[in-house]
């Protein structure tokens, strides 16, 4: 289904202070962003994303299909190790939330069998670990994605799509999962750390930083 892949680090003194965010609450010193209580920090983010930058390097696999425009997930286009790698990781790990709300909301519960099927279908696909790393997160991920995926799935196909992409159902099916995707956002209480940008809840993304608070990137802070 449809992707919203994730670094835009700004100045250092915002962590000093309490912070607030698009969705409402306040974030604590340390906090990379909140959803509905559920604290992701700036520690756990960094640590995601210095293991994917050592993993992406070595995987040939997953280098090639970032390069892939029509790869599964936003499918851009390739890009160096760049700015935008704690963003595009923070991105997934919001969206990890927002899938669960939607698996709750939309009453489609994912086993871990069903997870075990999306697992083996990447790997038909060329790696279910490489995609992870592909889409900006380490291995580790892999079944946290999956999971996105197949309630994604799931739901699309309740509302009708079939297996052809280019059919009008599914179309109109995949339509109606993103609106399911942007009301659920909406209703969420998600507040991002201004570091790392602000959150789009109509495009259920992750925008990059663009206030007075930015300041030129140099990597993991």
Request: aromatic share 4%; glycine share 10%; charged share 25%.
């Amino acid at each position: 289904m449809s992707g919203r892949t994730m670094k835009a680090v700004a100045a250092a003194a915002v962590a000093g202070a309490a912070l607030t965010g698009c969705g409402g609450g306040s974030l604590k010193v340390g906090s990379a962003a909140l959803v509905d209580g559920d604290r992701i920090t700036v520690s756990t983010l960094n640590e995601a994303v210095r293991d994917w930058q050592r993993e992406f390097r070595a995987d040939t696999t997953a280098n090639r299909m970032r390069a892939d425009p029509g790869s599964f997930g936003q499918g851009s286009a390739a890009e160096p190790l760049s700015e935008t790698d704690l963003r595009r990781a923070l991105d997934w790990m919001v969206r990890f939330r927002i899938a669960d709300e939607v698996s709750r909301r939309q009453n489609v519960p994912v086993s871990e069998g069903r997870v075990d099927e999306v697992v083996n279908r990447l790997n038909q696909l060329g790696g279910a670990a490489s995609r992870t790393r592909a889409e900006g997160l380490p291995a580790r991920y892999t079944r946290d994605v999956a999971r996105v995926v197949a309630v994604e799935d799931d739901l699309a196909r309740r509302f009708g799509a079939t297996g052809d992409p280019r059919s009008p159902q599914t179309a109109a099916a995949v339509q109606q999962l993103e609106g399911v995707l942007v009301e659920t956002a909406g209703r969420m209480k998600i507040t991002i750390n201004p570091r790392f940008g602000s959150f789009d809840a109509r495009r259920v993304v992750i925008n990059p930083a663009t206030t007075g608070l930015s300041a030129p990137e140099s990597g993991i802070r």
